[in-house]
């Protein structure tokens, strides 16, 4: 069983920076794809971004290609979401998930999470 604690959210005005970082404990973390999801009031969660075992493949909503980095430390057993240039409408509830999958995949899909985190809040104020 695997447990994820998400962290680093908060109040930021537009075009400011936040670091969201998920600390996972209970499982083999180096064996898991890593994604980040959020969730916006009145709105169904969203993908956002995710990376390979390794963190050497990434993918990225295109809403914040550009913006956001997703990144992990796996000696840490965390993973890290930058976040640059910040938009109102980037406020929402992110989450962290782990996925037991192949190496090499990139999942973008709720289902295909074992594992989530319970999420933190982010407000961008305009």
């Known amino acids: 069983q695997v447990q994820l604690v998400e962290s680093g959210g908060g109040l930021v005005q537009a075009g400011g920076s936040l670091r969201l970082s998920c600390a996972a404990s209970?499982?083999?973390?180096?064996?898991?794809?890593m994604g980040w999801f959020r969730q916006a009031p009145g709105k169904e969660r969203e993908f956002v971004a995710v990376?390979?075992?390794?963190?050497?493949?990434?993918n990225y909503v295109d809403s914040v290609k550009g913006r956001f980095t997703i990144s992990r430390h796996n000696a840490k057993n965390t993973v890290y979401l930058q976040m640059n240039s910040l938009k109102p409408e980037d406020t929402a509830v992110y989450y962290c998930?782990?996925?037991?999958?192949?190496?090499?995949?990139?999942?973008?899909?709720?289902?295909?999470?074992?594992?989530w985190g319970q999420g933190t809040q982010v407000t961008v104020s305009s």
């Open positions: 998930a782990a996925a037991r999958t192949a190496s090499w995949r990139l999942p973008m899909r709720q289902y295909e999470y074992d594992y």
């Open positions: 209970g499982g083999t973390f180096s064996s898991y794809a």
């Open positions: 990376c390979s075992w390794s963190g050497d493949r990434t």
